[in-house]
């Protein structure tokens, strides 16, 4: 479904003209229920820009905390391939070094 501000199209089919993008969000927001996964996975790889990541000794390896020594190991020698997952997406986040 793609939504613009006055049209909805649905896949490669019809398309609804003057169906205003606010009409249409109010609406599908009440047909949905609630949903925080994507938010808290979010969260749980975030790493925050500038901020030093704390961990408790005794915590599991949080996958934040792993890519922050990940980041901090990086050079321009270092050359970095990620797996489909996680990996693959902190890795889009890492500030390579020049070269």
């Known amino acids: 479904i793609i ?3 006055d ?3 649905i896949g490669n089919g019809p398309a609804f003209g003057c169906v ?3 009409d249409f969000l109010s609406k599908l927001a009440k047909r949905i229920k609630h949903n925080n996964t ?3 996975n979010y969260h749980r790889i975030f790493v925050p820009e500038g901020k030093p990541l704390r961990d408790n000794p005794k915590e ?3 996958v934040n905390v792993l890519f922050q020594h990940i980041q901090n190991l990086l050079s321009s020698e270092t050359a970095v391939l990620a797996e489909t997952g ?3 997406f902190n890795c889009q986040k890492l500030k390579l ?3």
């Open 3 to 5: 939504v613009q501000p």
């Open 7 to 9: 049209r909805v199209t």
């Open 20 to 22: 205003l993008m606010k």
């Open 38 to 40: 994507a938010f808290e």
């Open 60 to 62: 599991a390896l949080r």
């Open 86 to 88: 996680d990996s693959w």
């Open 97 to 99: 070094p020049e070269g």
